[in-house]
């Protein structure tokens, strides 16, 4: 299937003194193949109180004789649109099957929505992963409107912009043609990171009491965000305070009351989604967060916030975007920016980032999702700060891996410890925590599983799990049989049992999306043989070490008490990796790839 025409048309007007806009959606996907034609019939049009559904039709044209027979879409459905990670929201979705869909058919669909708050407007995005024959976005701007745009991610000028001033408005219009979709991609971010689209957003108005500010800087950004918190937690809640006050009695320092805050919040509030309308922008009261014992991420901010201020610490209530969003307040500062809101202590001189929607975040290493990302810190209703969250050096997140192993005439045993931290240590600890026997089994096979598809998990022991320190440990006995290489009076094994960067190199020509890892990392792996009776070391592959700003490699061997380690050494020190960063990238690790390759000999004394 192919988009023969993707367009929108965006008219910004004002209503009431505040501007609105009217958004109309028209749409053609011709089918070349049969193939698959029952996948491509269902088609789905969200909408929500923000963005309403105000009109919609569809058909489609089937090819018959040389002509075309229109055959209308006369069964349309509206249900509300379930989000795997939003308990509720108003988000609705309305779905209808094409019917007739056969090769060379058209499939035609146009809507129109009305957005009432053009804080909210959307950017222009392209279908994702299907070809573009023509796409437009057309703006049409009232001359008491002005607007500004950001082209996103057109770094060959892709999009074409024609500007048409007529009598009491202009006309922006960009078009796009022969689009071809990016292929899927593991460790891809989202597609916002590399697809093209077209941001349009107001930066002021004139009603009638004259030029209105909108959305130009951060200042109006910050002002609007906190137009949701002008009533939130103005008077002080007893039962709360009391609850402060019995957790923090016996905390001397202002760090260690906050860390206590911090717990009390994650173990007894309890994580859920709302998206409803306004309440997708406001957060409820700390009181009221606190009796329910739930709320979502802007609740959360809000008796995070609340309980640290009733103890005497500085704290704000701070927006922030995850990691699935590639904006800056800086270059856009608009509402697409930020998708989350968390807290913020200062303690000391040092901000702290708190996110409550995270049961398992320690109180010094934010969750993995926001870290480098943006932060919008309201000091007061005029007062901000926009602050970085930094990014976790690899140390803070590190995999200790001792593995002892011996040889047989039937391949290999051996003993593993395996000691995980920081984000590390809080994946295992997240993974194993609602898992029954078996699952946990069957986890710990795959996370321990190293040498080959035939590696047999023996005993094992889950040795330490603490969420507060986020620290994992765990042990193993293993076989695996048939690993070793026996020759003549020759032993060949090869002590790498788990090669870390064996399938790391980036094939240039083909990917042009970003690498993304969630956090990085540093891994020590050390395999320790234990030399069978009667026989010695006859060769030792040579050792590599190569290290760049995106990471570091260590590989290295030595006898030590008649035992010979293999150690590989790794850090990873950048979370996403542009095209630009992709050849340095590939240097070490096809360097790396013979290395992986050598085995140790053991020969006859």
Known sequence: MVYQ???????????????????????????????????????????????????????TKVPAGGKYKTVKVTDKKTTSSTDNSIFYDDMKETTFDFPSLTQFAVAHVDYTQFHKDAHLLSAFYLPGYMPVVNASFTVTVPDNVNIKYVIKNDPKGLWKLTEEKKKRETVYKW????????????????????????????????????????????????????????????????????????????????????????????????????????????????????AKRYGDCKDMSSILTQMMRMAGIKAYYTWI?????????TETPLPIVDNHMISTALIDGEYIFLDGTDNNASFDMPPAFIQGKEALISINDKEYKVMKVSVADPAKSMIIDSTFISMND????????????????????????????????????????????????????INKLDPGQNIASISAEFEIPGYSKKVG?????????????????????????????????TIRQ??????????????????????NELVQINLYYKMDNGKLIAAQEIQNKKLLLDPSDFEEWNKPMKALQPYYKESVVLEKK
């Open 489 to 521: 009076s020759e032993y060949y094994i090869n002590l790498h049992l788990e090669k870390i960067f064996g399938n790391n190199v980036i094939n240039i020509e083909e990917r042009k999306v970003p690498y993304e890892v969630d956090y990085n990392y």
């Open 175 to 290: 078009t796009i043609s022969n689009v071809k979709p990016e292929d899927n991609y593991s460790n891809a971010p989202d597609m916002r990171y590399f697809q093209p689209h077209v941001i349009v957003y107001i930066t002021s108005y004139e009603n009638k009491n004259g030029r209105q500010q909108y959305l130009s800087t951060i200042d109006d950004l910050h002002r609007w965000n906190t137009s949701f918190l002008k009533d939130l937690n103005l008077s002080p809640d007893p039962a709360l305070k009391k609850i402060v006050d019995s957790i923090t009695s016996d905390k001397t320092s202002e760090r260690a009351k906050a860390a206590a805050i911090y717990s009390w919040v994650q173990q007894h509030i309890k994580y859920v989604a709302f998206e409803n309308g306004v309440e997708g922008f406001r957060p409820r009261q700390a009181s009221e967060v606190c």
């Open 5 to 59: 025409d993707y367009q929108q048309e965006l008219n910004i007007f004002i209503k009431n003194d505040e501007p609105v806009a009217e958004k109309k959606t028209n749409i053609n996907m011709l089918m070349l193949t049969e193939k698959n034609v029952n996948m491509l019939s269902r088609y789905r049009v969200y909408h929500s109180s923000f963005s309403e559904l105000t009109d919609l039709s569809a058909y």
């Open 321 to 329: 975007g995850t990691r699935e969003l590639p904006y800056t307040y």
């Open 410 to 461: 039937k391949g290999l045993k051996g003993y593993q410890n395996v000691l995980y931290n920081g984000y590390f240590g809080k994946d295992v600890y997240s993974s194993l925590l609602y898992r029954d026997e078996t699952e946990t089994k069957e986890y710990i096979n795959k996370r321990m599983s190293k040498g080959s598809n035939k590696f047999i998990l023996g005993n094992y022991k």
């Open 526 to 547: 050390y395999h320790i043989l234990t030399i069978p009776e009667g026989y010695k070391v006859s060769y030792m592959p040579k050792d590599y070490s190569f290290e």
